[in-house]
């Protein structure tokens, strides 16, 4: 994301309807708060874009903890019209194949809500396992989530960066 696109990422982070009915928990998001979450939380946002550049999601990876120790979780988000269209299952697959290409990691991990099976699929067709649940977990009306995670050794090798046209 590069700082022109700052608008655009507290429109969509503050839209009900970006998050859709599994999320329901868009809070206001000023642009200072939002320079100062992506600087200090470690949030790194990536836009997804259509051929013509037309931005219509975003996917992100950013630092989570857990038993204190430091672990690398992604998220990501598509505008209502463009989902079910195979760009949040690409950009996913991009992520994982560029964080693993670029860092030493040997786990990334993503949650979703049971009930969304569109977020389900993008993440095992990436490779990702379902490892369980976490109860009460998502903000707003609490409610559970899946739990998933590829780690390193599952990956092997990337499945878009080395395709060719």
Same mark, same amino acid.
């Given at each position: 994301?590069?700082?022109?696109?700052?608008?655009? @990422?507290?429109?969509?982070? !503050?839209?009900?309807? @970006?998050?859709?009915?599994?999320?329901?928990?868009?809070?206001?998001?000023? $642009?200072?708060? %939002?320079? $100062?979450?992506?600087?200090?939380?470690?949030?790194?946002?990536? @836009?997804?874009?259509?051929?013509? &550049?037309? $931005?219509?999601?975003?996917?992100?990876?950013?630092?989570?903890?857990?038993?204190?120790?430091?672990?690398?979780?992604?998220? /990501?988000?598509?505008? !209502?019209?463009?989902?079910?269209?195979?760009?949040?299952?690409?950009?996913?697959?991009?992520?994982?194949?560029?964080?693993?290409?670029?860092?030493?990691?040997?786990?990334?991990?993503?949650?979703?809500?049971? #009930?969304? #099976? &569109? !977020?389900?699929?993008?993440?095992?067709? %990436?490779?990702?396992?379902?490892?369980?649940?976490?109860?009460?977990?998502?903000?707003?009306?609490?409610?559970?989530? /899946?739990? /998933?995670?590829?780690?390193?050794?599952?990956? #092997?090798?990337? #499945?878009?960066?080395?395709?060719? %046209?």
């Amino acid at each position: 994301m590069e700082k022109e696109d700052l608008s655009l @990422f507290v429109e969509w982070w !503050s839209d009900l309807a @970006f998050w859709g009915e599994y999320l329901p928990f868009p809070e206001q998001l000023s $642009k200072a708060n %939002a320079e $100062k979450m992506l600087a200090t939380l470690g949030f790194n946002v990536f @836009f997804v874009q259509k051929k013509d &550049g037309e $931005k219509i999601g975003n996917v992100t990876f950013y630092n989570s903890f857990i038993g204190g120790n430091r672990l690398l979780e992604i998220g /990501y988000g598509i505008i !209502s019209s463009e989902r079910g269209k195979g760009y949040c299952s690409e950009a996913t697959q991009l992520m994982v194949d560029y964080l693993f290409l670029s860092m030493d990691i040997s786990r990334i991990m993503a949650s979703t809500s049971i #009930k969304n #099976k &569109g !977020s389900q699929r993008v993440l095992e067709k %990436a490779g990702f396992t379902r490892e369980g649940t976490i109860r009460n977990s998502a903000r707003g009306t609490w409610r559970d989530c /899946y739990l /998933y995670s590829i780690l390193r050794e599952e990956w #092997k090798e990337p #499945k878009i960066l080395t395709r060719t %046209a």
